[in-house]
């Protein structure tokens, strides 16, 4: 069984500090990685992809990949309270199309 | 901004009765899927649809649940004998690629509750 492990929350930090998320999978064979943002209600809306290893920035956003450490992180800098949702790791497997969640991370920026 | 447009948005149906969700993907989209999320739980994979045909699916995809593209814009989920624990929202994604470039669009959802 393939898993996506999360810290479910809540994550509270001040507005204007750095939010850092993690995930960690199970599957090596995994190529393509993603954050989405989830509003209470909503449905998932993507904020960033990751395929190599390293760091990709867009915006506030820096999502980080480590493929030996299985690991994915997100840092959201300069963080607003419209920031405040769960924040979702999804993972494909290479040669798949299928894309596998974590539970998410509820974060709370507060004013 | 394209987007997927999901059908309805609120669904309560009986115990054993048949529901139809429908979704019309992003037009230049090739790779359609459908997702469920109990409340509280994970975002979980049901079945993936390219070129009129089921691509994988998932164990909760049983013989209950069929998907069809009975037309160039629509894509629907059937669910055949519904039971309480389908209680779920039901959200359709679509992609360019299957390779995960670009990830997935998803549609606003359809909230199905089962009584």
């Known amino acids: 069984q393939k898993e996506v492990e999360q810290n479910s929350g809540p994550l509270s930090v001040p507005e204007g500090a750095i939010a850092s998320l993690n995930c960690t999978y199970s599957?090596?064979?995994?190529?393509?990685f993603f954050w989405y943002r989830q509003y209470s209600g909503k449905s998932p809306e993507l904020i960033m992809s990751?395929?190599?290893?390293g760091d990709k920035e867009d915006g506030r956003f820096t999502a980080q990949l480590n493929k030996a450490s299985q690991y994915v992180s997100l840092l959201i800098r300069d963080s607003q309270p419209s920031d405040s949702a769960t924040y979702l790791c999804a993972v494909m497997d290479g040669g798949y199309q299928k894309v596998t969640f974590g539970i998410g991370t509820k974060l709370q920026v507060i004013p | 901004e394209p987007e997927v447009t999901q059908t309805p948005s609120h669904q309560v149906t009986q115990m054993g009765q048949e529901v139809i969700l429908r979704c019309v993907p992003i037009s230049n989209h090739l790779y359609f899927y459908w997702y469920r999320q109990i409340l509280g739980q994970k975002v979980e994979f049901l079945v993936s649809f390219y070129n009129n045909e089921i691509s994988e699916k998932s164990e909760i995809f049983d013989d209950q649940f069929s998907v069809e593209r009975p037309d160039g814009s629509n894509f629907t989920l059937k669910i055949r004998s519904t039971k309480l624990e389908d209680s779920a929202m039901y959200f359709c994604a679509s992609s360019q690629t299957g390779t995960g470039t670009y990830g997935y669009t998803f549609g606003s959802g359809t909230r199905l509750t089962v009584v």
């Open positions: 990751i395929y190599s290893n």
């Open positions: 599957d090596r064979g995994s190529q393509s």
